[in-house]
């Protein structure tokens, strides 16, 4: 007696709707056909800035629009020393919101935090971190250690290989033998969790 109008609850619900958005991910050619998207429950519209420096100065600026998790909003930096990747993930929540490009994130000054940092020699170099960069981290992987300074959202968004922690030089330095290869795989983490 009482499925009946269990049945019919369940099949007159309405259906949780989806929100679009607005995707453009540049291919090889670095320009994009900005399409409408549904994006997945519980995801918000984004529009991502993504830009880095080598040695300061800076070498690449890439824009994307796409659906995107609340966690990965906002502003966040992973500096390797020599290396600098800075996100800016500007996310609204109303259907078709990520018309405009975000802006381009702060390049800010040195903070007063100082963390170690590796080369291809050693880990016992030391970078003056920026703006939001709090923490110091150390990632170490199947090909050798990274060290240097990021945000807190870099650091939690990371998988558990990421050390953080926050005081000066507290990514204890050691010695270690690497190249740039070795930026691959930290690079290849953040890009995959930020997009």
């Avoid at 500007?90 to 903070?111: F, I, M, R, V, Y």
């Amino acid at each position: 007696m009482h499925l009946l109008p269990l049945m019919f609850g369940i099949l007159l619900l309405p259906e949780a709707s989806t929100l679009r958005c607005y995707e453009c991910i540049p291919g090889a050619s670095g320009t994009c056909t900005q399409t409408i998207k549904e994006c997945p429950q519980g995801q918000q519209c984004t529009a991502k800035r993504v830009v880095t420096y080598t040695g300061g100065s800076k070498d690449d600026d890439e824009n994307t629009k796409e659906c995107a998790m609340a966690e990965e909003c906002g502003e966040y930096s992973i500096n390797y020393g020599f290396y600098q990747i800075i996100i800016n993930n500007k996310c609204c929540t109303s259907e078709l919101c990520n018309t405009q490009p975000a802006p381009e994130p702060s390049k800010s000054t040195p903070n007063g935090k100082q963390c170690y940092y590796c080369d291809e020699r050693t880990c016992t170099n030391t970078v003056n971190c920026d703006g939001i960069e709090d923490y110091c981290f150390s990632v170490t992987g199947q090909s050798g250690t990274m060290k240097g300074c990021v945000s807190n959202q870099s650091c939690t968004a990371e998988d558990q290989s990421w050390t953080c922690c926050e005081g000066n030089f507290c990514n204890a330095a050691s010695s270690f033998s690497a190249s740039l290869v070795l930026l691959a795989a930290p690079l290849l983490s953040l890009l995959v969790i930020s997009y």
